[in-house]
């Protein structure tokens, strides 16, 4: 970091609306407004338990001062991984080792919330196990799902998600997480069940907004019920899914006011999914402006609700940051991949540098190999920065291929 420019401002720099603390309702005070959004770590072991490579690199970042740290997602069921060598938290088995991964943020000041995902039917594991879904739709992307067509959950199956949402929960804040994050967006099963494409139900779980949205609502309730009043309750909920007969932006308002009425701590903006990655920019027919993706959607929502909000996606200006904080539009705002490449971001924001420009990231067009090009670049980023090495940005595709692909293939080979 350059030292000259840690004091050439202090005086506007104390006062800066991203140094403010911020207590949400559940009285947790986190001490910035700087929050790192979930990244997929994929540094869980073989039988999905933390790593010490995760407790250092969540070391690591604490020390850049970031306000809040939200985990990349955590399964709630052994048996469906987003990724593999995702953590999964499901009993007290591994509760040492998701002890020392909270304990690695507090012990820099920072606080800790644990994202809790089940994926649905784009679960990668087991590769050839039948995924489970809202219904027996695929995903709309050429060549996908070709032998994995999901099948539809049965309502005890439903039944028995929201109970494991809610005892990953409870094991969460036993470990001494500060509170859990319910991921609701970018198409995974919550996701799903929300989706008017992905969910074509008739029962009481589908074929009304209200209906669609009832999984989320239950889950709410049970993590509530199991974390109790005084730990955070998030939920990351996609402002839409960018695509035609997707969650509409209306819908996710709705959804939104359901949320505050519930009593939840922090709502996260995002927006969709493996068909339409809008929450990495690709938005359809909205190519030009590429800084803070959703906050039109915030700044509507702001009119109607009070509930604390989290913004992701695009975020790079910092006049735009203090901007939307000092105007009351968000409360935190989230950033996910600029702490790929700076781990201590958030304090060289405070000490007046800017985001560095994004890193070109290979990518051949084809959306499944994209989002794998851009896991593997990443995961090779936590790697070198868990063992105290400075990123490196991985230049050009067989690169990229290279310093993870085998270790993705050995990764889903072996895991347990
Ligand atoms: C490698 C990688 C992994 C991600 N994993 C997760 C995840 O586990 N949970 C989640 O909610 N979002 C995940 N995201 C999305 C980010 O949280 C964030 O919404 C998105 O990157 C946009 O924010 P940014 O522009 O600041 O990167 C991931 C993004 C990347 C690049």
């Known amino acids: 970091m350059n030292k000259s420019l840690q004091f050439e401002h ?20 986190i001490p910035n407004r700087i929050a790192k959004a979930g990244m997929s770590e994929q540094l869980g072991d ?68 644990m994202q809790i995902n089940h994926p649905g039917r784009v679960a990668v594991l087991p590769l050839l196990k039948r995924p489970v879904a809202p219904s027996a739709v695929g995903l709309d992307l050429p060549a996908m799902n070709i032998i994995r067509v999901p099948r539809a959950m049965t309502e005890a199956e439903i039944l028995e998600q929201i109970q494991r949402f809610a005892t990953t929960a409870a094991l969460a804040v036993q470990a001494g997480f500060d509170g859990v994050q319910v991921h609701a967006a970018h198409g995974y099963l919550i996701s799903q069940f929300l989706s008017p494409l992905a969910n074509i139900r008739t029962d009481g779980w589908g074929g009304s907004p209200e209906k669609r949205r009832r999984l989320l609502i239950e889950t709410v309730r049970a993590v509530r019920q199991a974390i109790g009043p005084n730990k955070a309750l998030s939920v990351k909920l996609n402002s839409a899914d960018f695509q035609k007969g997707g969650l509409s932006q209306q819908e996710s308002m709705d959804i939104a006011l359901a949320l505050e009425a519930e009593g939840i701590d922090l709502l996260e903006i995002s927006g969709g999914n493996y068909e339409s990655p809008a929450q990495l920019g ?26 604390p909000l989290m913004l992701t ?10 901007r939307i904080v000092s105007d009351g539009v968000v409360d935190l705002v989230g950033m996910a991949r600029p702490f790929a490449m700076q781990p201590n971001l958030a304090k060289q924001l405070f000490a007046g540098q800017s985001v560095n420009e994004p890193p070109q990231i290979p990518a051949i067009g084809y ?17 070198r920065i868990s063992s105290g090495r400075d990123p490196k940005p991985l230049g050009g595709l067989i690169r990229t291929v290279l310093a993870f692909g085998p270790r993705m293939g050995f990764n889903i080979l072996t895991q347990h």
């Open 313 to 322: 996606g695009g975020l790079r200006k910092v006049d735009v940051m203090n």
């Open 46 to 113: 073989r039988h999905g338990s933390p790593t010490v490579e995760l407790e250092q690199l969540y070391a690591a970042w604490a020390r850049g001062g970031a306000g809040l740290f939200i985990t990349g997602n955590v399964m709630v069921d052994h048996h469906y991984f987003v990724e593999p060598r995702n953590a999964v938290l499901e009993s007290d088995r591994f509760l040492a080792a998701y002890k020392l991964w909270a304990k690695a943020v507090h012990a820099h000041g920072g606080k800790i919330i």
């Open 367 to 383: 959306k499944p190999v994209d989002a794998y090009l851009q896991l593997a670049w990443h995961a090779a980023q936590f790697r």
């Open 10 to 29: 202090p005086v506007e720099n104390l006062t800066s609306p991203l140094q403010q603390s911020f207590t949400l309702p559940c009285g947790l005070t």
């Open 282 to 307: 690709y938005t359809p027919g909205k190519q030009t402006e590429r800084d803070a993706y959703f906050l039109d959607y915030a700044e509507q929502l702001r009119r109607q609700s009070k509930m």
